[in-house]
């Protein structure tokens, strides 16, 4: 079979999706489905959709476009802000964007006009990543002017943590959220449908905390993906971790020294840690390298350890015996291996069906 290759099991996911959405529908949150990780792939789409989040949501609008032949229906987020240069096709494709900045809802709304539609957007707030957001004592001001814009509907307020510097999504800058949601409502009106409550490092504070507050929506990639929570990346109770392998196929088995001889220098990615000297071991190669993934974010199955990798290489200590050549390895994958590999044309993709036969609307 082709390698290397993701092997990605849909009845995985769809059970992982599952249970985060009724875990968190028992605390008054929706799932936004988020698929960036998978370039909007429209079989992982259909699978969220059937385990029943609210939406989806990606990063790239070009990824929305291919899922939109796939859920015509589906309520679509970009979530990440528009670029100017894409207004058009923004408004063309998601019903819904994040956005921080008045320019880029000025040029969306002129976009929306043009497309005789209307869009709807969530505005983002600060609260201490220092990723994406209006400052907190800018927003007010920013609703006022967002409201005018005649082809712009505002949606909701919303925040993202723990993605740029890892700060803790918890009660106080959850509670900050709430708060601003109230603010504005006090001086505009029940007008915030979602107050969307950031990402997956949101869940252990979302299904832990003594209240939600006005937190309504939180936007799932990992969690879903990958069955693990981004904060101290441990495994989620009752998810799978293991949906997602990378398989990659051995071209060289050798018994091997375990410390390379000659003058030492820089390797092709900068300098390498000395090995512990263990005499001769069982070393092998497996045809998948840093062009690929990301192979520091590669778990090797049981006995396995990775000794280093290059380009196109990944060397391995096999433990007691060398495997065939042309035998493969699976590898379970963490986010960064995960979303190199998706981007990667020369990493097949291969789809364990979903074995359920929901019923999706059309
Ligand atoms: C990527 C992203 C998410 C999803 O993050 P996960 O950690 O994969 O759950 C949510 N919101 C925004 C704005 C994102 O960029």
Known sequence: MTAPRLEVDLGKIYHNALELVNRLRKRGISVSGVTKAMLGSPDLAKALLAAGVSGLADSRIENIQTMRHAAPKAPM???RTPMI?????????????????????????KAAGAAERMHEIILMVELGDLREGIMPPDLEEVVRQTLRFPHITLKGIGTN????????????????????????????????????????ANLEWALSSASVGRINNLRLGEAILLGREPLHRQPIEGL????????????????????????????????????????????????????DTDSSG?????????????????????GKSLPSIGSEMAFGVNYSALIRAMASPLVAKKFRPLHIFPILEE
Not at 257 to 269: D, H, K, L, R
Not at 299 to 318: A, N, Y
């Open 77 to 79: 987020t970009l979530i």
């Open 85 to 109: 240069s894409q207004v058009a096709l923004v408004v063309e494709s998601a019903d819904i964007s994040l956005n921080s900045e008045l320019d880029i809802i000025s040029e969306l709304s």
């Open 161 to 200: 943590l723990a993605c740029r510097c890892g700060v803790v999504p918890d009660e106080l800058n959850m509670g900050r959220l709430s708060a601003l949601a109230d603010e504005i409502e006090a001086t505009f009106g029940p007008i915030l449908d979602v107050v969307s409550g950031g990402n997956s």
């Open 240 to 291: 799978y971790i293991d949906a997602i392998t990378l398989v990659a196929e051995v071209i060289e088995a050798k018994i091997k020294p375990s410390q390379p001889w000659g003058e030492i220098g820089e390797t092709a990615f900068g300098v390498v840690t000395p090995a512990i000297d263990s005499g001769s071991i069982c070393q092998a190669i497996l045809a998948v390298g840093q062009m």
């Open 298 to 318: 590669l778990t090797p199955p049981e006995g396995i350890h990775i000794l280093g990798s290059s380009s196109d290489h990944l060397v391995v200590d096999c």
